[in-house]
């Protein structure tokens, strides 16, 4: 099984740019997150989602947009980057919210100049 | 707001010593995790501890916890160079589908 697929691994954009990091996992989880991992601060959760089309905010929301139209896919939209956005950012799932660990994706690591 | 403490945060040792990492929570759950991240990687699940009590064994690492008093112990046996990487707790709050997270504590084994 490929698990949880991110792409793609590394991205500059310049500010005000927008793109899409892309997350796809195989293995039917039900709960699919997106973190954002800074140094010093450790993981931030962006947003979730508990189903398709069941999405909700996390800790740090602002500036990004989610969707999640298949259970497979569940993709984050940087509306205008910001150099703020600057981090390494993992996508996440589990089999059910409660009870389950996290399968981390390999993460993205985006600079926004 | 619920706040989770590790300490400590940097941790060095010597290949076969033992060593305990701490994870203090400031509210109340039952519910805790420990991952495992190597440099430049990303994060891999160690241990669930779903209730008070809870031990948990792999290798040379055990988990623990105790929830009255709101704390989770990572215990490293005879620790061995690989064992060198940064260990996460999250805690479920269990008010909505949202773990909060450690700063993490980094490892560095030395022979």
């Known amino acids: 099984n490929a698990g949880v697929t991110q792409t793609p691994k590394f991205q500059v954009l310049k500010t005000g740019q927008s793109m899409t990091l892309q997350c796809a996992q195989d293995m039917n989880h039900e709960y699919m997150s997106w973190y954002r991992q800074d140094p010093g601060m450790g993981l931030r959760l962006i947003h979730y989602s508990v189903g398709a089309g069941i999405t909700d905010q996390g800790e740090v929301p602002n ?9 497979e896919d569940f993709p984050l939209r940087l ?7 600057t981090s390494v950012y993992f996508c996440a799932s589990s089999y059910s919210w409660n009870n389950s660990p996290l399968h981390f994706g390999n993460g993205t690591r985006l600079t926004v100049t | 707001e619920l706040k989770v403490e590790q300490n ?6 010597q290949e076969g010593k033992n060593y305990t990492i701490y994870c203090n929570y400031s509210t109340t759950s039952d519910r805790l995790y420990w991952y495992r991240q190597d440099p430049g990687k990303s994060l891999e699940s160690l241990f669930v501890l779903l209730s008070n009590g809870a031990v948990k064994q792999e290798g040379r690492l055990m988990a623990s916890l105790d929830t009255k008093a ?9 620790a061995v160079h690989d064992l060198s990487a940064t260990y996460f707790c999250a805690v479920d709050t269990g008010n909505n589908r949202k773990l909060i997270w450690g700063l993490g504590t980094s490892l560095a084994v030395n022979p």
Not at chain 1, 63 to 71: A, E, I, L, M
């Open chain 2, 70 to 78: 709101r704390l989770s112990t990572l215990h490293i046996t005879a």
């Open chain 1, 63 to 71: 500036g990004y947009n989610v969707s999640r139209s298949t259970t």
């Open chain 2, 8 to 13: 400590p945060l940097f941790l060095s040792m």
């Open chain 1, 79 to 85: 509306l205008s980057a910001a150099p703020s956005q």
